[in-house]
């Protein structure tokens, strides 16, 4: 039962540590516990080590094998430089410890990383972060004063925590890339399911703008937004089982054919649950394969209603409903804005949950022009985006109802993004 | 620069540890340096307590949200069990330490997880695994004959070593699951251009199933088999961009549609380097985009040659061109299996490795018919895949060419699987 030291090869821990170092290490440990993304990661350790060892500044440096720079996060934004750029690049680049007690001003690289604010620096050490396999894929960047020096046990304490923290930092990083790789990888298919479509051109991805718009104005928390992105991104997936000849035909659809488009919803449903979703972003499935649901119980195609629809499905069914409404076909014009507000209004209750129409409502104008010409961005004046970033869509509503000489100029201009006309 | 304890908010250590205790902690640590997969980790979770704790028996089971079993690994496989079956899932269920002393044998729940092999059990330890935020996500077990009882010492350690063990398992899980999620999402977009493309419906299952039968023949490593699987499901999304009415119609493509739906290679390229690969996999690219590469430098669309064409795509090449020969279409009978061997035989230095050749031609029968009638599995008897897998296509071959009594009942077991029709 048991198996020797060797067999399990665990890497051999120094004996020679003392009960305060080895304080220190666990201490060092809790502060990875809680699985953040990377850059909130290397902030915290660096505030753990400037507490626990104790040092006046530090800075944990990361490798990107896809740039090939070292970064970090400081001061609340990620900071990229090369190896060569800042003093700590060194003992990357040779991967071993750099330890420099006074060194002089010339000895120092970068204006601001290799410097101590409103201190003169006297000690400057740069520990190498490496996997269990001796790569090296950081570093750990600790800074004194003149008054205080980096001690043997200092120096042990990071040996040792930088091989524990190096496995954690590793295995963060990992799971940040494969995220990633599936958020692209959903954007891809939605770029996809864009091109396909020529008629709907661009629709997943304005309604992931909207979406997006909508939570900002809606205050959702980060989890509830990234996972109404990749609903939104993912909700005409169904889509890929529909023949070209009825999706792309240029006039209306007849009533089969809206048939056919409407069972949509249900392949959605199926191919979604072909996905072993992670626990933190199951909801995707439900949030995709509702968008068609009402919130009076009259949608399809389950029928349910009120909070038995997933809130996410409740802003995707106003964002789907007003890009349909709002963007251009090849069998007819845009329809009047105050129009379709108008038609959204009277489906408020009905189709939409009426707080939901309250916040959409508080869009302001300027964004949602923006959404509204996704690809043609370059044709968009940013003055006129900040103008009409002042008003929403009620003053919109308000101004056309009642024109004035001072309103006038914000429907005007609004108008003439809105109405212009391109060749889809 | 410096900020509180409280502001950074790291769970407080136990000051009372002495440095025995601290060090087996460290130690422990260690155990989950390796990044592996969570069965390989809780493995060497057990093995790291049962040799520094020390314990004679260690189990660490994990909770499955999805099917709310215990699970663990040990003798080489899973084991999962309802929190009721075994005795540590009382401390899963209770979210407390279990600690019995002389339990008597009516309290034993389960037949071999809550006994001690081959010694008296005297002491069973469960303590809870769990998340920063508190949640219990899994339980360490420990059990001792009669003559060791646990310490206070120990009790105090491994309480300690579950807040950090828990830290890090719930990320290696969560890992896993983006992983699973990852994999999931191709097999899905994979089954969906199976699907549309009915003239060669299944082809991207059948050439990822002969991927992974050549890679176990080539015994290529589980990273090497990771990176091939995901290409070969992923090999032909760039048909996701070819016009349904070039891609269905029932009639050989002229030359002009060849070039269209020659251009899906290039597609493919461009749709997959939409997606941010995670390091470990990034070769899908490469080699999904170059399958239609030939060995001798005469393929598309770069025309490289040898080496310079990633070994995943020399395979694909084989598996691609094999299942479009082997596979029924609406405007063709299959061709003679020997036929298409011959073929694949004078292209052997020109399109293909002779390497690989030589392995393809290895492949086990019985194996093979079960791909090639992917589909219809129920209608082959288990016995003939059996007998089957005895012979290889080389032995086919032998026998094809010179006939006799003997290898008659090979070609003809074979032939009538491969012959026989079905509705497309």
Same mark, same amino acid.
């Given at each position: ?79 990229? %430089? $090369? @190896? +060569?750029?800042?003093?700590? /690049?060194?003992?990357? !680049?040779?991967?071993? &410890?750099? #330890? ?29 972060? %490496? $996997? @269990? +396999?001796?790569?090296?894929? /950081?570093?750990?960047? !600790?800074?004194?004063? &003149?008054? #205080? ?31 990633? @790789? ?243």
């Amino acid at each position: 039962m048991k198996t020797s030291n060797e067999a399990l090869m665990l890497p051999k821990t120094d004996i020679a540590l003392n009960v305060h170092q080895l304080r220190q290490i666990l201490q060092l440990s809790h502060a990875l516990d809680e699985v953040g993304n990377p850059a909130q990661t290397v902030h915290r350790m660096a505030r753990a080590l400037e507490e626990i060892i104790p040092c006046m500044k530090c800075y944990v440096w990361l490798h990107d094998p896809d740039t090939q720079l070292l970064w970090t996060y400081a001061d609340e934004r990620l900071h990229s %430089h $090369k @190896a +060569d750029e800042i003093l700590a /690049g060194r003992a990357f !680049l040779e991967k071993q &410890r750099l #330890h420099l007690s006074h060194p002089p001003e010339e000895a120092l690289i970068h204006p601001t990383f290799d410097r101590l604010h409103a201190a003169e620096l006297g000690h400057f050490l740069a520990q190498p972060i %490496h $996997k @269990a +396999d001796g790569t090296v894929i /950081g570093i750990m960047q !600790l800074m004194n004063s &003149r008054v #205080h020096p980096f001690s043997a046990s200092v120096l042990d304490v990071l040996s040792e925590w930088a091989l524990l923290a190096g496995a954690r930092l590793h295995n963060i990083l990992r799971l940040k890339q494969w995220q990633q @790789a599936f958020a692209t990888f959903s954007e891809t298919i939605s770029r996809i399911l864009d091109t396909r479509d020529y008629i709907t051109s661009g629709h997943s991805r304005r309604v992931t703008l909207y979406a997006m718009e909508l939570s900002r104005q809606m205050n959702l928390s980060p989890a509830q937004k990234k996972v109404l992105r990749l609903a939104a991104l993912l909700h005409d997936i169904g889509k890929l089982g529909i023949p070209e000849l009825i999706l792309l035909q240029k006039r209306r659809p007849n009533e089969d054919e809206y048939e056919i488009m409407r069972r949509h919803v249900n392949i959605t449903r199926q191919v979604l649950q072909g996905v072993h979703f992670p626990e933190e972003i199951k909801e995707v499935v439900d949030i995709a394969a509702m968008h068609h649901e009402k919130f009076d119980g009259s949608g399809y195609p389950l029928g349910k209603k009120g909070d038995q629809i997933p809130l996410g499905a409740r802003i995707l069914a106003v964002c789907d409903t007003f890009d349909a409404l709002s963007s251009r076909r090849p069998y007819a014009e845009r329809q009047p804005f105050a129009h379709i507000v108008n038609l959204m209004d009277k489906e408020t209750g009905a189709a939409f949950e009426p707080f939901i129409i309250y916040h959409f409502k508080n869009l302001p104008l300027g964004n949602l022009i923006r959404i509204l010409e996704h690809g043609h961005e370059d044709h968009i004046n940013i003055g006129d985006v900040r103008f009409l970033n002042q008003f929403t869509i009620n003053d919109y509503m308000q101004a056309h109802r009642e024109p004035d000489d001072n309103n006038r100029a914000l429907t005007e201009r609004f108008d003439y993004y809105y109405s212009r006309g391109y060749r889809v």
